[in-house]
């Protein structure tokens, strides 16, 4: 079965980092594009960052250009969000999510930000 596991999230002050993991299982990871999305409470679910399956060509939302980072290890079935210059409204639960054909999205990490 495929399953994706975020991890890494957690309660931080503004302006500091925090660096997301998810690993995958079930799927051949190095095919695969992925991405992390984010929801807050009452928002809708925005794309943050992605990345194509081999790691050389990113794309993230105008929110974090500069402050994120998405990355990957094949070797590893991992992708990684690097958080650093932390704001409120960067509160959210962020999700890893497989592109291309088939979609598949974790459970999700909870990230908070406030002081």
């Known amino acids: 079965q495929v399953q994706l596991v975020e991890s890494g999230g957690g309660l931080v002050q503004p302006g500091g980092s925090l660096r997301l993991s998810c690993v995958a299982s079930g799927i051949i990871f190095m095919f695969y594009p992925m991405a992390w999305y984010r929801q807050a409470p009452g928002k809708q679910r925005e794309l943050v960052a992605g990345?194509?399956?081999?790691?050389?060509?990113?794309r993230y939302a105008d929110s974090v250009k500069g402050r994120f980072t998405i990355s990957r290890d094949n070797a590893k079935n991992t992708v990684y969000l690097q958080m650093n210059s932390l704001k409120p409204e960067d509160t959210a639960v962020y999700y890893c999510?497989?592109?291309?054909?088939?979609?598949?999205w974790g459970q999700g990490t909870q990230v908070t930000v406030s002081s």
């Open positions: 999510k497989t592109d291309g054909t088939n979609t598949y």
């Open positions: 990345i194509d399956s081999g790691g050389s060509t990113t």
